[in-house]
């Protein structure tokens, strides 16, 4: 496998973007984040990638920070720890959360501080049922980052979301599911093959339409009906002009199932 610390494997419009550190259980330093970010922004403006897969190398999503770095560069009085935030976590949320593409975070081991913040981040978290999430952000006496604030207060209430932060724990996979932090659960052995399957049929699907909806819901979280109202007619509109609906709506007539093109 390249030492690369991120590649990005195609498979028609999948896009898998897997964080390859296995031997520091896929902890983020500067030169992981720089190309987890430019990987990111590449998937989504490629027009051609229909869906966006996060994924970790070995037994690790992502724990975060990699805090062997971190020590080393709070020894040489480096500001990295203010300015990483800005530079790296901010934007690398805002384009799984915001992207014009679903996104699937393929929890495929421990996905630990801003590990777990972006799989909070995708549309659907699928988990190896050995997985589990820990936010372990004040465990360091931090506090939470990578949007984690924003959404594992939708994801759980907002009276579990800080028990979960203020009391870092693992969370493991079935709770996972009972509290909504999964999309769901697969045994190891079929978790490959599960993230696959549903990678595919994401895209085969109409792919503005599911940006769209992304773009509505989060829209729709921090307005008010009437505003959320005009959006989901705005974007009703940008969907009903693509060549997916008119193909789907003679297929609809024709009795046939539909066949899109992302387009």
Known sequence: MTEAPVVVERDGGVATVRINRPNEMCALDIPTKDLLLSSLQAAAEDQSVRVVVLTGTGRAFCVGQDLKEHLGLLKLGSDALDTTV??????IVELLSTMNKPVIAAVNGVAAGAGAAFAFAADLRVLRASA??????????LSCDSGSSWTLQRLVGIAKAKELLFFPRTVKADEALELGLAT?????????SAVAELAQRLASGPTIAYGSVRRAVGFAATHELSESLAKEAELMKLTGGTADHRSAVDAFIAKKPPVFEGR
């Open 184 to 192: 769901t659960v697969v045994p190891d052995d079929e978790f490959d």
């Open 86 to 91: 800005e530079e790296h976590y901010n934007p």
């Open 132 to 141: 589990g999430f820990n936010l372990a952000f004040t465990g360091i006496a």
